[in-house]
């Protein structure tokens, strides 16, 4: 799960970044739980990230939808988006109950 938002501009681009959907699965890339961190300094947005898979074919767009959302927040001219293997995602863990129901999966 993403580590909660610190700062009032860190709350606007996680609302903003909430959302992008993965266009193969059609729910919030935060609900999946594959943004791990936001971060705000300044005028720059860094956000940590993963992908369903490491072949992901929608990674690209998820990547460049995040660029893109965060940067229609208000203050916000740089956005750096790190894609990270460490921690795998693992929606059992990391999504939301709401996610994880939408998924079928029933633990």
């Given at each position: 799960m993403i580590r909660d938002p610190e700062t009032e501009k860190e709350w606007e681009v996680y609302h903003s970044v909430r959302m992008v959907e993965d266009p193969e699965i059609g729910i919030s890339l935060i609900e999946l739980g594959l943004i791990y961190d936001i971060k705000v300094e300044g005028e720059k947005a860094d956000?940590?990230?993963?992908?369903t898979s490491l072949a992901c074919p929608a990674g690209p767009q998820m990547?460049?939808?995040?660029?893109n959302h965060s940067l229609r927040v208000?203050?916000?001219s740089e956005v750096v988006v790190n894609v990270v293997?460490?921690?795998?995602?693992?929606?059992r863990m990391m999504a939301s109950e709401e996610a994880k129901m939408q998924m079928g999966i029933f633990d």
């Open positions: 956000i940590t990230m993963t992908y990547k460049q939808d995040i660029e208000d203050g916000i293997w460490n921690p795998k995602w693992d929606p």
